[in-house]
């Protein structure tokens, strides 16, 4: 099982995007947050919780996936309603989390790192979220299918060869058991 440093995660990251994108990886504190460059700082930076690696990969997860509008807003635009949500906010949370959920653990994988799906509500009403690891599950199987988008697949590269991963994208590797 291979060490997973933060460190190298964000050198990872900033080589494949910090030129073409003017975005870095970088450590932050409690929360994790997105900033788009602005007067005090000159580029867009991904702020992740306390170095945990798996921070780390969820952010990424999220920038992956917003679009070049998203990528000029705080968060990327997104509403988050924080631990202690109702039923119906867990739902709404747990509908725009399955792609950087999927898109996280594509990259998990790549970085031979265990992936586990987060809900992300630890004092909230209690829910079931087994349709939830199901529509992760299959979003993964969708990217399989239809390919990575442009930046996933680059990232996915860097962390298959700095981990010395499984470069072919299966979706055997994947189980469902495991989340």
Not at 17 to 34: A, C
Not at 107 to 116: I, K, N, S, T, V
Not at 119 to 131: I, K, Q, V
Request: glycine share 6%.
């Amino acid at each position: 099982m291979p060490v997973h440093d933060y460190e190298d995660l964000i050198r990872i990251f900033n080589q494949c995007f910090e030129v073409n994108y003017n975005t870095r990886l970088v450590r932050g504190g409690d929360e994790p947050i997105y900033l788009p460059a602005d007067a005090e700082r000159c580029y867009h930076a991904i702020y992740f919780a306390h170095g945990f690696y798996s921070s780390g990969l969820h952010e990424i997860a999220h920038w992956l996936i917003a679009g070049p509008q998203r990528r000029l807003l705080e968060d990327f635009g997104y509403w988050y309603e924080p631990d202690g949500r109702s039923a119906a906010q867990q739902a709404e949370f747990e509908q725009v989390e399955i792609k950087p959920q999927a898109t996280e653990w594509i990259l998990a994988d790549a970085a031979g790192f265990r992936f586990r799906v987060s809900s992300d509500n630890l004092n909230g009403e209690p829910t079931d979220n087994s349709a939830f690891k199901q529509a992760v599950y299959q979003q993964v199987g969708e990217y399989i299918h239809q390919g990575l988008p442009e930046r996933t697949a680059q990232l996915r590269n860097a962390l298959c060869e700095f981990y010395a991963t499984p470069a072919t994208l299966c979706y055997s590797r994947f189980d469902p058991a495991t989340l």
